[in-house]
């Protein structure tokens, strides 16, 4: 057994924490940065879940002195992607593997895409029951393109190269192996096709959404589509035709599928190319 007095001395070496859970504790801002900068310092995870923070800047100032931190918590607080900065989310998680915004009410689509893409660790993003309804995206302009574009004498260059990227998303998100979009608005799998290029997308979280139809993929891009994934989540969305799983046997990497809760007809089930794989 070690003494509670030992146990004290430990906790009180606060830059040696590793995890650190404050849910349910009303932060709403950053607080003295002094005060953080000698707190937490080792910190790898850090849960902040269940509070009232609404702005990005508060939660930079709080884990810009966590060098360290790999996976960070701030679900069901009101945090506006629209305060978040690309720059900002750079260079305040440069370590960051796994980011989970749950329940957050003011998630936008495109601006969170812009962030996370900041995040060149980023391998996991928990976006679950924010209302998605759309996951139209366009790849971020690069800072050539950006003085491309403010450079009257390279006006139609510039435009080339932003629909270029606007219609090229395999750089968006190059690392993210997991994508939980469960509990959202999503109806069509068109909408789900503009993960498609994602290069390291294994794992894929689509349960309790709308999803009603799979067609088959006809062109030989949309067959190519998903190269690595290779477990898709579908329990409890609206596909009622066995046709919509016989089109997922194009997803070559599929190893695990899921789809409890379908209005599937039982009378009609049979062996699928994609079950025998």
Request: hydrophobic content about 40%; some cysteine.
């Amino acid at each position: 057994l070690v003494g509670m007095a030992a146990v004290g001395e430990k906790m009180a070496r606060t830059d040696e924490l590793s995890h650190v859970i404050l849910h349910h504790d009303t932060v709403r801002t950053a607080g003295d940065s002094s005060e953080l900068e000698s707190l937490c310092t080792g910190a790898t995870d850090l849960s902040l879940s269940h509070n009232l923070l609404c702005d990005w800047n508060e939660v930079s100032q709080i884990i810009q002195h966590m060098p360290r931190l790999q996976v960070l918590y701030l679900s069901s607080n009101r945090i506006h992607t629209g305060s978040i900065h690309r720059a900002l989310a750079r260079s305040c998680a440069p370590a960051l593997r796994v980011l989970v915004l749950n329940h957050m009410k003011f998630i936008e689509w495109q601006q969170l895409v812009d962030v996370c893409s900041a995040l060149t660790t980023l391998e996991e993003l928990h976006v679950e029951g924010n209302g998605i309804a759309s996951l139209a995206h366009s790849a971020p302009a690069t800072s050539s393109e950006t003085s491309a574009s403010q450079a009257s004498s390279s006006q139609a260059s510039s435009s080339s190269s932003s629909s270029s990227s606007a219609t090229s998303p395999g750089g968006v998100l190059p690392r993210l192996r997991v994508l939980n979009l469960q509990r959202n608005c999503i109806s069509s799998w068109s909408e789900v096709l503009h993960l498609s290029q994602w290069p390291s997308l294994s794992r894929l979280m689509l349960s309790f959404n709308r999803i009603d139809q799979i067609d088959a993929l006809a062109s030989a891009e949309d067959r190519a589509a998903f190269s690595h994934l290779s477990t898709l989540s579908l329990d409890h969305n609206r596909l009622c035709c066995w046709s919509s799983v016989d089109a997922l046997a194009s997803l070559r990497a599929l190893t695990r599928l899921r789809l409890r809760g379908n209005p599937l007809p039982a009378g009609a089930a049979r062996l699928l190319p994609l079950t025998a794989r």
